[in-house]
């Protein structure tokens, strides 16, 4: 994406999630009325939108500024929506079989190229950091740090293929199976952008 203010703001949400627009100025180095500004012509645009949230004691309500699907679709897709279609095509004129084998191929490649980035990255911190400078090159907007129990946190932000995953749930467990080859390590997932929260986080700990 361009790096304009509203695509910075966009991103920001993204990551971070839902923001107050004056928390949005600090980031972007601007002031909160000249970011509620840029909100408000991004509310018209239909690419965000803001939520009343209460106050603490007898403060003021405030809004948060949440993205709405219009914004979401200012992210990759990966030609998504065209391999979901040609997934349901394969599935009605091959079977079930013929798709679990492509997800099948697509885990063992994604697997072997995965382990060939990985093999000399060391510790196991350093590994999960590698992953997520791999999915980040994917387009998946990932991150990864130490929690305080001494497990890791693998994040994505974004997932550029959710409507093939939509599509097919083989997906999400391919991806699931490759991380714990790829890193040698238990990983679970904790969050899930197909049930409903706004990324796809994954915990981490050794074997």
């Not at 959710?162 to 997932?189: D, Q």
Request: charge should be negative; include cysteine; hydrophobic fraction near 40%.
């Amino acid at each position: 994406m361009r790096q304009s203010p509203a695509n910075r703001i966009l991103i920001l949400i993204k990551t971070e999630g839902p923001q107050l627009a004056a928390a949005i100025g600090d980031a972007l180095g601007i002031s909160g009325e000249a970011a509620r500004q840029q909100l408000a012509k991004m509310a018209e645009e239909g690419l965000v939108e803001p939520v009343t949230i209460a106050g603490t004691g007898r403060g003021r309500p405030r809004q948060l500024w949440h993205m709405t699907a219009a914004g979401n679709r200012q992210f990759p897709d990966g030609h998504a929506e065209l391999t979901a279609n040609l997934l349901g095509t394969l599935v009605e004129q091959l079977g079930p079989a013929a798709l679990d084998a492509v997800i099948s191929a697509r885990e063992s490649e994604t697997l072997k190229r995965y382990r060939e980035e990985l093999e000399n990255t060391g510790d196991l911190a350093a590994r999960i950091e590698g992953l997520a400078a791999i999915r980040t090159r994917e387009g998946y907007m990932a991150d990864s740090w130490q929690q305080d129990d001494g497990s890791f946190m693998l994040v994505e932000n974004h997932c550029p293929i959710c409507a093939a995953a939509a599509a097919c749930a083989g997906f999400c467990r391919s991806e699931l199976e490759t991380f714990r080859a790829a890193l040698g390590a238990e990983v679970e997932r904790s969050e899930h952008i197909l049930a409903g929260a706004r990324r796809c986080a994954y915990r981490i700990t050794p074997h």
